[in-house]
């Protein structure tokens, strides 16, 4: 029974680790992209929930997807406050330190726990991501604080 709980929650942490790489190798993907990518493009944005627990995130003019596959992110995020509540720049600031204090994570494995922190994420505070992206990005990170009991902004 103990090796079945082991493997359960050895399972969740991969799932999420896949997750969060996925966000780190598209946010990377699209800063690439975005430098070759000419100016007139259109700037369709596109949020769907694909399953019960996958969030697709899509910018034409940037060239990025980001796919969050985490269950219970999809029925949390309802829960919480409304879309227009924080405005873009607060998301942003928040993401950077977010994503400040999770990279210093990842370079201090003997510190903290290298399933939850597996790898470094790519966010530039100079790209522009989008409202949406920067919305389910610090959502993404208080469901990861919630779930995994983690405080990345002590």
């Known amino acids: 029974m103990f090796q079945n709980l082991h493997y359960i929650k050895e399972n969740k942490i991969f799932r ?11 946010l990377f993907t699209s800063i690439q992209c975005s430098s070759t990518r000419n100016q007139t493009s259109s700037t369709s944005k596109e949020v769907s ?7 697709t995130i899509k910018n034409d003019s ?14 949390w995020l309802q829960g919480q406050r409304p879309r227009d509540y924080h405005n873009q720049n607060y998301l942003e600031n928040r993401n950077w330190r977010y994503v400040t204090q999770y990279n210093i994570r990842v370079n201090n494995a003997y510190q903290f726990d290298p399933s939850l922190y597996p790898s470094a994420i ?3 505070m100079n790209v522009d991501y989008g409202y ?3 919305y389910l990005l610090y959502h993404f990170f208080r469901f ?3 779930k995994y009991d983690q405080n990345l902004l002590r």
């Not at 940037?62 to 992110?73: A, M, S, V």
């Open 16 to 26: 999420y680790s896949m997750g969060l790489i996925l966000i780190s190798i598209l």
């Open 49 to 55: 929930q694909e399953k019960s627990d996958t969030i």
């Open 62 to 75: 940037l060239d990025y997807e980001i796919k969050i596959y985490e269950p219970g992110f999809w029925s």
């Open 122 to 124: 790519e966010y530039w």
């Open 132 to 134: 949406e992206v920067n």
């Open 144 to 146: 990861f604080e919630q």
